[in-house]
C-alpha cells in the first residue's frame, strides 16, 4: 500500500510541475515567442499543439479530434490506473511507468479540457531552429520515460524467456 501512496503523490507531483510550468510560459511569453538557452541546440519557446504528438491530426475534424484527444485519453488513463494498481506487487519500475503515463496524460488533458490545445515549450535542434525536434513538455517527457521503461521490460522479458527446447532440457520430466 506504501507503493500505490508514494507513486500518487509522485503523479500529483508531476501535474503540479507540468501545469506550473506550462503556465509560466503562457505567462512570461507569446504564442510563439522563442528563447535561445543553449545556441544551436536549446530554446524555450510558447508552441500551441491542437494535435497528439508531434502535431498529429492538429488540422483533423473537430468532432474527431473531440473523440480522440478528449475521450479516449480519459478511458486509456482509467485503463493505465488499472494496470498500475495490478502492478503494485510486480517489479516497481512497471509501476512507475504506469504512474508516469499517467501522470503525463492527465497533465496533457488539463490542457485539452481548459484550453483546447497543449502547451509545449522544450525545443531541442540542431545548428538552427528551422531543424528542431517538435516542441515537447513536462507531461509529454513523463510519457516518453514510461515507455523507455515498457520497452526495457519488454527486451528484458524477451532474453529471459525460454525456448520449448531449452524448457525441456531444464525438465526431463516433460514429454518431447
Not at 18 to 30: E, H, R, T
Not at 117 to 133: C, G, P, R, T
Not at 147 to 163: E, V, W
Request: glycine fraction near 8%.
Amino acid at each position: 500500500m506504501a507503493r500505490f501512496w508514494t507513486l500518487s503523490l509522485l503523479i500529483a507531483a508531476l501535474i503540479i510541475i507540468d501545469q506550473l510550468s506550462k503556465g509560466a510560459i503562457q505567462s512570461s511569453l507569446y504564442y510563439g515567442q522563442t528563447i535561445p538557452v543553449l545556441e544551436g541546440f536549446f530554446s524555450i519557446a510558447y508552441v500551441k499543439n491542437s494535435g497528439a504528438a508531434f502535431g498529429f491530426m492538429a488540422q483533423g475534424p473537430d468532432w474527431f479530434r473531440q473523440i480522440f484527444f478528449l475521450g479516449l485519453p480519459v478511458l486509456f488513463c482509467g485503463y493505465i490506473f488499472y494496470l498500475l494498481v495490478k502492478t503494485l506487487r510486480g517489479p516497481f519500475y512497471i509501476s512507475l511507468a504506469y504512474a508516469l503515463i499517467i501522470a503525463g496524460a492527465v497533465g496533457n488533458l488539463i490542457d485539452r479540457f481548459s484550453l483546447g490545445y497543449v502547451v509545449d515549450f522544450l525545443m531541442f535542434y540542431w545548428k538552427d531552429e528551422a531543424n528542431h525536434f517538435p516542441a515537447f513538455n513536462v507531461a509529454d517527457s513523463c510519457i516518453t520515460v514510461a515507455a523507455g521503461l515498457l520497452i526495457i521490460d519488454f527486451i528484458s522479458q524477451l532474453k529471459n524467456k525460454k525456448t520449448p527446447a531449452e524448457e525441456n532440457a531444464a525438465n526431463p520430466l516433460s514429454k518431447s
